[in-house]
Each structure stands twice: as structure tokens, then as C-alpha cells.
């Protein structure tokens, strides 16, 4: 139960980052010169967050199917 916790809460956060990251960016108050839609003082440091979110949510995703599973089961 409480590994389902944990990844719900991680992807609620980054997903709320993902989309904070967009949000700032278009609606101009984040520097993004490059017009990737990331902050550009976060491109730097987390670039890797960025560039891996397919795989990130991905695998979050698969985490919480199958520890809704076991809870379910
Ligand atoms: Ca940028």
C-alpha cells in the first residue's frame, strides 16, 4: 500500500512540474530563449528529468499498475 502511495504522490509531482514548466514558460514569466518550453535556469541541472519524462511517467505509470494490482489482488 504504501509503495502505491509514494508513486501516486511522485507522479502527481512531477506531472504537476511537467506542466508548471510549460505553464511559466508560455506564459512568459520563465526565461525560455529557446522556446523548448523549459525554464531555461532548470535546462541545465534537470535537463535529463526533461528529455527522459516519456520513460519517467512510463515507468510510474507500470509501478502504480501493478501496485494497484497487488492492493486490488
Ligand atoms: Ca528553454
Redo the contacts with the bound molecule.
Sequence with gaps: MEILVVLVFLALLFGGVYWYAGYS?RSGFAK?????????AW?EKYSWFFSGKGIIMLVLGIGIGYALARVIG
Design positions: 514558460t525560455d530563449e529557446n522556446q523548448n518550453f523549459i525554464p531555461d535546462e
